[in-house]
């Protein structure tokens, strides 16, 4: 009779996960709401793109060359990344580029695997974000602890700042250690110095950082790289230029793919997919916080971030990330939709195809100013001192999350950071667990048996989440039990309870039995009652009649338990020997 039914249950079951699952992939593409900002803010959207390109263009060539594969990477990858998740992202704000984290990884993995094997570690990283995406993995960014974003922000600046001090000494890139690679920049320019790299580059970082506290709305950074190489070209330094760009954007070709060398790139291909998910949802989420209205959707961002890490290698470009920076600027220029975004990278094209030759003659010291001062605003240091100020758990996180970024490399320190904050707050919760002894309400005893039962009847509320980090805490204090005839446990407040919270309890209630203790709970709540009956205790305690709804009805059943054995009344009796003994 049942059968029917049961199969009719577990088809609308199957529909509704299907269906389910085609909701999730339908809203991982355009809808007609992203382009409702179009009609009425098109102005705006357009001057805020035109502010973000002349803000991102000697970004883009400066994160090019930082990352070891050359300018024209960084910009063709600020082109069609800009384009692609600008149209299939999930934030209507977001601007995507190269960006300094994703330099920093880069360096060893083209020193070591050239520009084909970067491209392919993007294709890699491009497929793992669609994986996430589909899997609905967006919505986990959320959890990234705020000390280890902070840590691994300022470590990243520092980290940046050093790798640019060949190119502000005048000197080839190092692709050492970041340590030793900046001391041996050092003895060089000591052994050989040529003055005119490291004037342009920190005067160039000392001009965007002086000038984005006087306006933040004019273009320091591409006014002061026009300054600097105009100054260049008229005092005919002694400086190495950005050399020859193509002018045109390049048909996409596959040439560079070679599937034998994936098994080696795949660790690479996990640490750039983890940095851009990290870096692009954690933009989003500033993006929103910085307006009333917009609020982007994490799955969809991670689907946008993903396709144009795929496409963009075929046209020679870099993986690709959310622009924290450049995202902001679009915010602050009065941008409303995608239209912004989009208009960014095209007006980036236009640049590329009419300003190629000027773009040439760029010096890279100028750049490396660029990318100083960059690194240099990125260290909030007011937020720093803050969290070292709040707790020495927050601030612990974040000054090993920096350190491990400066030492490590970069997903390594986001997970040493973020185990070590999880260890932490697992710490703060188990502590938060709490067995405090009842008094026995006297409500319906006379005073003498009142006593008696508060004597020998205890009664204990455990409060919180009882789990593996609270469980070795709660067992000692629970059995530090004097000299009773019963316990009682009151479960009702328990927040939660795993298997080995239940594997304690149920061990502290067999040790209480075998000292002749009997053990009475009420209170347990149905989803905490699954872990203790897959130990066997909970039947146990059932056949017993053990199991209480209410802690007043436990009390009494331990009181009848005392009368039935006949204790109630041995204990009355111990008590009146002992009375009539101290009587004069």
């Keep these: 009779m049942n059968q029917p039914i049961r199969d009719n249950q577990l088809m609308t079951t199957i529909r509704e996960t299907t269906a389910t699952k085609r909701r999730r992939f339908r809203q991982l593409f355009p809808e007609r709401s992203d382009y409702l900002h179009l009609s009425r803010h098109w102005h705006t959207d357009l001057l805020a793109g035109l502010t973000v390109a002349v803000v991102a263009l000697p970004l883009a060539l400066g994160f090019g060359i930082a990352s070891g594969l050359g300018a024209f990477a960084g910009l063709i990858t600020s082109i069609i990344a800009g384009v692609l998740a600008a149209l299939l992202g999930g934030s209507n704000l977001q601007v995507t580029g190269p960006t300094g984290t994703m330099a920093v990884v880069l360096v060893p993995l083209a020193a070591t695997h050239s520009h084909a094997g970067v491209m392919l570690v993007g294709i890699m990283a491009g497929l793992m974000l669609v994986v996430l995406a589909l899997a609905g993995a967006g919505r986990y960014a959320r959890y990234v602890p705020v000390p280890v974003v902070e840590g691994f922000t300022a470590g990243v600046g520092i980290v940046i700042a050093v790798q640019q001090l060949p190119p502000a000494l005048g000197l080839p890139a190092q692709n050492a250690h970041l340590i030793s690679g900046a001391w041996e920049s050092l003895s060089a320019f000591a052994a050989d110095p040529n003055w005119a790299p490291p004037a342009i580059a920190f005067g160039v970082a000392a001009a965007i950082l002086l000038g984005s506290r006087l306006h933040s709305q004019i273009p320091t950074p591409l006014l002061a790289v026009i300054v600097a190489s105009l100054v260049t070209w008229w005092a005919n330094a002694e400086a190495s230029v950005i050399g020859s760009l193509p002018r045109t954007i390049p048909a996409p ?11 080696q790139l795949v660790a690479a291909a996990v640490a750039i997919c983890a940095l851009c998910a990290l870096e692009s949802l954690l933009s989003a989420t500033v993006a929103d916080n910085m307006t009333v209205d917009q609020h982007h959707n994490p799955d969809r961002e991670l689907f946008g971030q993903g396709i144009a890490n795929l496409v963009t290698p075929f046209f020679g470009g870099m993986p690709s990330s959310g622009a924290l920076a450049r995202t902001a600027v679009n915010v602050r220029s009065g941008a409303a939709g995608r239209l912004a975004s989009l208009t960014h990278a095209i007006v980036l094209a236009l640049m590329m195809l009419a300003l190629a030759p000027l773009v040439a003659h760029v010096p890279l010291a100028a750049l490396a100013g660029v990318l100083i001062a960059t690194s ?21 996180v974040m000054w090993l999350t920096l350190a491990a970024t400066v030492l490590f490399n970069l997903v390594w320190a986001v997970a040493v950071g973020i185990a070590l904050a999880g260890l932490l707050a697992l710490g703060r919760i188990s502590r938060s667990v709490s067995v405090e002894e009842e008094p026995i309400e006297p409500a319906d005893h006379h005073d003498e048996e009142a006593a008696l039962l508060h004597e020998h ?13 609270a469980a070795h805490r709660f067992l000692l204090q629970l059995l530090d039990v004097a000299d009773v005839r019963v316990v009682v446990l009151r479960m009702s407040r328990v927040s939660t309870m795993d298997a080995s919270g239940a594997t304690v309890l149920a061990d502290a209630i067999k040790r209480l039995e075998h000292r002749g ?8 709540e149905p989803v905490h009652a ?10 146990l305690l059932w056949q017993q009649g053990r199991l209480f709804e209410h802690t007043s009805e436990a009390i009494a059943a331990a009181r009848q338990r005392l009368k039935a054995d006949g204790l109630l009344e041995q204990l009355e009796a111990e008590a009146a020997a002992e009375a009539e003994a101290e009587r004069p």
């Design 253 to 263: 070709e596959a040439d560079f793919l070679d599937f034998a060398e994936v098994p």
């Design 376 to 396: 240099i605003r990125m260290i909030e240091v007011g937020s720093m001192l803050a969290l070292a100020r709040s707790t020495r758990a927050d601030a612990a």
């Design 457 to 469: 009847i205890v009664a204990y509320r455990l409060e919180g989440p009882l789990f593996f980090a």
């Design 517 to 524: 203790i009997a053990v009475y709970l009420s209170g347990l």
């Design 530 to 539: 699954k872990p203790l009956a897959a130990l066997g205790i909970l039947e």
